[in-house]
């Protein structure tokens, strides 16, 4: 019998400055204040999470959003992690389509957290090469992992590995659909950045214009990204899209759209809006079906655009040419803080959903 060492017991020690290596360039975000908003974590938001699956963005309300970026700034900031809260646990990453960021992030994340990991980084080196189904590879993982982080090129690929598959199943992207763990990291840096967005009523003088360029409907992360503001209501102040098609949102944004006391403008003119946004966030391609669309060459934004002073970019990248590496030394920057942030982010979604949430009860407790 293999007996687990217990995790270290005693106090948390907070680390000290910025932790961790931070992003080389632009915005470098401190999480304590963040630590301290809506009378702080509540652990048991977290504990609700428990063997459910990460789907859609949709399936969150604001507590939860909240509570697990707090997660995540605990993460950041203490030495938790020698806790080794996902000791015994095994991880798959099952990715079927190209991933710089979500799939190296994940498995950062479960390996500084003691896990394991089996990765899959191509889905050719699976039984797909020769055929086989999706929903037969969801079977096999029922006993190779405890949990399934899944990326697939197709938007169906979510129900069919559910056919067979039991453990929780995170959607680290799926065709046109979702990227709602890219959606988590975004709006932790957007709360680390100004932690009072959190507040149940946000100061007049902290809420933010939110734009958003490219098309929500074709851009799973962006669509994902949509659908967490609109739990902001109060401290998104208006969110306007920038886009050459007519219909950005799409059915289904609209449909979730339609009820929300936040005004959504559409314009395709940039630069009637560019100096008025708090908070830029853009992306490169859209998904058409079998085929995809860059970013139209209006949309491009550099260290000479007229932004407004003290405004940010965001991009869940990979960036072509639409955002200029001009804007990467600049306080613009919110891009290389996003990506910096996934790691903790992605740890707190994972000792939710593992049952592990009881390390940090116990953690806050001494
Ligand atoms: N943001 C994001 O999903 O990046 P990757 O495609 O590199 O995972």
């Given at each position: 019998m293999v007996i687990h060492p217990h995790p270290s017991r005693g106090r948390i020690v907070r680390r000290e400055?910025?932790?961790?290596?931070?992003?080389?360039?632009?915005v470098k975000l401190d999480p304590s204040a963040l630590l301290e908003v809506t009378g702080g974590l509540d652990v048991g938001v977290l504990a609700a999470l428990h063997d459910e699956s990460i789907l859609d963005a949709a399936q969150f309300d604001k507590a939860t959003v909240i509570a697990l970026a707090q997660a995540a700034a605990l993460l950041e900031t203490t030495d938790f992690s020698m806790r080794k809260p996902l000791d015994g646990k095994v991880v798959v990453t099952a990715f079927f389509e190209a991933s710089t960021r979500t799939r190296l992030s994940f498995e950062s994340a479960v390996l500084r957290l003691d896990g394991k990991v089996l990765s899959?980084?191509?889905?050719?080196?699976?039984?797909v090469q020769k055929g086989e189904s999706i929903q037969d590879i969801g079977e096999m993982l029922n006993t190779y992992g405890d949990a399934v982080v899944m990326r697939h090129p197709e938007t169906s690929a979510l129900d069919e590995i559910r056919r067979n598959l039991t453990a929780p199943l995170i959607n680290a992207g799926n065709g046109s659909g979702q990227h709602p763990t890219q959606a988590l990291l975004d709006w932790y840096a957007l709360l680390k950045w100004r932690p009072r967005l959190a507040d149940p009523v946000c100061p007049p003088d902290q809420r933010v214009h939110l734009g958003i360029i490219g098309t929500p409907g074709s851009m799973r992360a962006v669509n994902s990204f949509v659908q967490l503001a609109l739990l902001f209501e109060g401290a998104v102040d208006r969110m306007t899209i920038i886009s050459e098609m007519a219909d950005p949102l799409g059915a289904t944004l609209t449909e979730r759209t339609k009820d929300s006391k936040i005004p959504i403008d559409v314009t395709n003119d940039i630069q009637k809006v560019l100096t008025d946004l708090d908070v830029i966030y853009m992306n490169s391609i859209a998904f058409l079906g079998d085929d995809y669309k860059t970013l139209d060459s209006r949309y491009k934004v550099d260290a000479n655009s007229t932004l407004k002073p003290g405004s940010v970019i965001m991009h869940p990248l990979a960036r072509r040419d639409e955002l200029d590496t001009s804007l990467d030394s600049t306080a613009h920057n919110l891009y290389f803080a996003q990506a910096a942030g996934a790691v903790f982010i992605r740890q707190a979604i994972l000792i939710a959903i593992l049952g592990r949430s009881g390390a940090i009860a116990d953690a806050l407790q001494r």
């Open positions: 400055g910025v932790p961790f290596r931070s992003n080389s360039k632009g899959v980084p191509d889905g050719r080196v699976t039984g």
